[in-house]
């Protein structure tokens, strides 16, 4: 199922399996004091002039499209529509129409809620993988069962969950929008949190495209492979040169806290024999 139709279902859509869900027939008003938040909004935060563009459209037109609640002791708990019941509060209503579901375990309701906020395209790119980790974490889902469910291809998960890896001070400018996404990506590929903070600092200095980072990305990797190098034990590089040399080949030796294994590249099944005869013969 694509995202355009998921969305066009409606939220049974992102929930595979739970088109049944009992909910009252039609929608009702209730004050507007009566709701809460949902407890696992994964949007942090609200754009003010997205809001009070909302809110102007509200005094115009009313709400729309009723927000799902669902009980929470006295009050109602959005599942959906959170924006919408922000609006509306800056708008001045005093009632909001609301279709109610039936009361749901704090699993269903904190699944629906990731889902439901990950297919809006204006989701930090910060929020969403973190709602992808919290799929992946609390609900156990693979990057493919996440995928299916919000509608998106697998490696666009992959590549949210890598932003999780980036310093703080990185992911807070993304989550400012100081970087795009694209940006977070790009810079995720180099291993060095201090790479990762001064290249950050340049992309927003002057302002670089994702592609120019992304260039700019492979000069870093260079020097972080040679850094890498270096800091290797001298008796390790020692015995891969005189393997190499052994061997007529490139060796090599990969340690491990315990072990290890040793690499012998060859560039064709020529070479391949020629190694086998040599090493048959030592």
Sequence with gaps: MTQKQALGRGL???LPGRD???RETGAREVEIGHLVPNRFQPRRDFSEAGLAELAASIR???IVQPIVVTPRGEKLEIVAGERRWRAAAIAGLTKVPVVLRERQSETDLLEVALVENLQREDLNPLDAAEAYARLKDEFRLSHDRIADRVGKDRTTISNALRL???????RDRVRSGLLSGGHGRALAALTSADDQERLAEEIVRRGLSVR?????VATFGGADKLRRERRRDP??????EKLSRRLRARVRIVRRRRGGRIEIAFGSEEELM???????RA
């Design 20 to 22: 049944e869900v009992p």
């Design 212 to 216: 120019q980072t992304e260039k700019r």
């Design 12 to 14: 049974s859509a992102l």
């Design 235 to 240: 008796f390790t590089r020692d015995a891969e």
């Design 60 to 62: 115009e037109q009313g």
């Design 274 to 280: 020629g190694l086998y005869e040599r090493l048959a």
């Design 164 to 170: 999780l890896k980036l310093p703080s001070s990185v």
